[in-house]
């Protein structure tokens, strides 16, 4: 089993910047894809950005230019970099993680943090 804990979620004025972070832990033998997806309330849940295990990237047109994702595989954390936020951003976001263990993968989760951009 692979925990998830993500943290750095919060209140924040349009146009300011926020960082979440996504830690991973347990039985993790091999990660590859590390993703955050965010859930507003009444709509479906949606890819923000996306980084694979050699750096490679790709992110929602939405976002584009103003977030960043990056990711430690030292530390087997994924980070979001959000800067210019604005209220349409306002969202539950959570992270994703493929692990695979031999010919065996599974898709991880995290319980989700707040963020909210006030206008």
């Known amino acids: 089993q692979v925990q998830l804990v993500e943290s750095g979620g919060g209140l924040v004025q349009a146009g300011g910047s926020l960082r979440l972070s996504c830690a991973a832990s347990?039985?993790?033998?091999?990660?590859?894809?590390m993703g955050w997806y965010r859930q507003a309330p009444g709509k479906q849940r949606e890819l923000v950005a996306v980084i694979t295990s050699g750096g490679s990237t790709n992110y929602a047109d939405s976002v584009k230019g103003r977030f960043t994702i990056s990711r430690d595989n030292a530390k087997n954390t994924v980070y979001l970099q959000m800067n210019s936020l604005k209220p349409e951003d306002t969202a539950v976001y959570y992270c994703n993680v493929d692990h695979q263990q031999w010919n065996h993968r599974t898709g991880y989760w995290g319980q989700g943090t707040q963020v909210t951009v006030s206008s």
């Open positions: 347990g039985s993790i033998f091999r990660i590859n894809a």
